[in-house]
């Protein structure tokens, strides 16, 4: 194959890219915002029932079902390409369940004008980041490590600071480069879905499977901006 020939197929693939990325990123968006409506809604019915309480004091069903939301994370994240369009779909929507039910404490410690007031925020700069994504022509893939690196460090540093430091200036910190990261992230990984869209076959489960995928990614960079939004802003209950 000349050089001629792969560079027009390389921007052959990058045409359909373009022209598919639109119709993409709506299913990614309208899947990401039905899964935090069954989170949102979850968390408000445990935490409104006294559910939360009985879940909480019973450490083993409390890990196991943090053990199973790591679980179903990797498991779509790795086995995407395996799984049946629907199939995946349905762990999305379980997923999204369950981390509604581990969720469900911030109704308990957080005013919930506050919860509302931070929802805004973080949605405010999550649409920001998305579109800077979009938009942005320096490539970002070179960062991915780097970023994924940070949040192996934030989550060392919020156990150091629960279990061994138990400060207060310590935890603001470690939210406020949380903020950073997860908005480094949503830029990151939605540019991610256009080159993946650029590498994809057009068949439309290879489509619908990168939109599921894309929508998994960009749903954990909002709750996680959200929530540390939420440690800095968010008033506690009377």
Do not use: C
């Amino acid at each position: 194959m000349t050089e001629e020939r792969l560079y027009e197929l390389i921007q052959e693939k990058e045409r359909r890219a373009s022209v598919a990325m639109p119709a993409t990123m709506r299913k990614v968006y309208i899947w990401m915002t039905l899964a935090l409506a069954i989170t949102g809604f979850t968390a408000w019915m445990v935490a409104d029932t006294g559910l939360w309480f009985t879940i909480a004091s019973n450490r083993m069903l409390f890990w196991g079902m943090i053990i199973a939301e790591l679980g179903m994370v990797f498991g779509i994240s790795a086995g995407i390409n395996k799984l049946s369009a629907p199939v995946a779909t349905l762990l999305f929507a379980l997923y999204s369940l369950l981390n509604g039910v581990t969720l469900a404490s911030i109704f308990i410690v957080f005013d919930i004008g506050s919860i509302a007031s931070v929802f805004f925020i973080a949605a405010g700069m999550f649409a920001a980041m998305g579109v800077i994504g979009m938009v942005l022509k320096t490539d970002l893939s070179k960062f991915g490590n780097i970023l994924f690196m940070g949040v192996i460090g934030l989550i060392i540093a919020s156990l150091v600071n629960v279990f061994f430091i138990k400060s207060g200036m310590m935890e603001l910190i470690v939210s406020w480069v949380g903020v950073i990261i997860f908005a480094g992230l949503t830029m990151y990984d939605t540019q991610r879905i256009k080159q993946m869209l650029v590498n994809a076959d057009q068949p439309e489960e290879t489509m619908q499977k990168i939109a599921l995928l894309g929508a998994l990614s960009l749903y954990l960079d909002f709750i996680n901006m959200f929530l540390y939004l939420l440690r800095i802003f968010g008033g506690g209950r009377d």
